[in-house]
């Protein structure tokens, strides 16, 4: 399983992002994806998550603020970001979980700018 991830950057507060995350490889049908992120000297922390019924859940730091979503062939999980602030500066890192193992990509890095 390898999970390809893309987008982030730098933006000032206030702004937009898009990250996305393709998921090659033996997926099982049944499965959770999703974001987590990782800020300097802190631990790393769960954004959002999407299972394959389209179930979310999100940190409560983001909500109303952060969309995830996938797309029809479940592979691809997108997470779109608005009103960005700067204690969302972090490296954020996808993430598959399927029958009890966890698959991560590579870390992108977002950058905000107050």
């Known amino acids: 399983v390898q999970l390809q991830a893309s987008g982030g950057g730098l933006v000032q507060t206030g702004g937009s992002l898009r990250l996305s995350c393709a998921a090659s490889?033996?997926?099982?049908?049944?499965?959770?994806m999703g974001w987590f992120r990782q800020a300097p000297g802190k631990q790393r922390e769960l954004v959002a998550v999407?299972?394959?019924?389209?179930?979310?859940n999100y940190a409560d730091s983001v909500k109303g603020r952060f969309t995830i979503s996938r797309d029809n062939a479940k592979t691809t999980v997108i997470l779109q970001m608005n009103s960005l602030k700067p204690e969302d500066t972090a490296v954020y890192y996808c993430?598959?979980?399927?029958?009890?193992?966890?698959?991560w990509g590579q870390g992108t890095q977002v950058t905000v700018s107050s």
């Open positions: 999407i299972n394959s019924g389209e179930r979310t």
């Open positions: 993430n598959l979980r399927m029958r009890g193992d966890d698959f």
């Open positions: 490889g033996n997926i099982f049908p049944f499965n959770i």
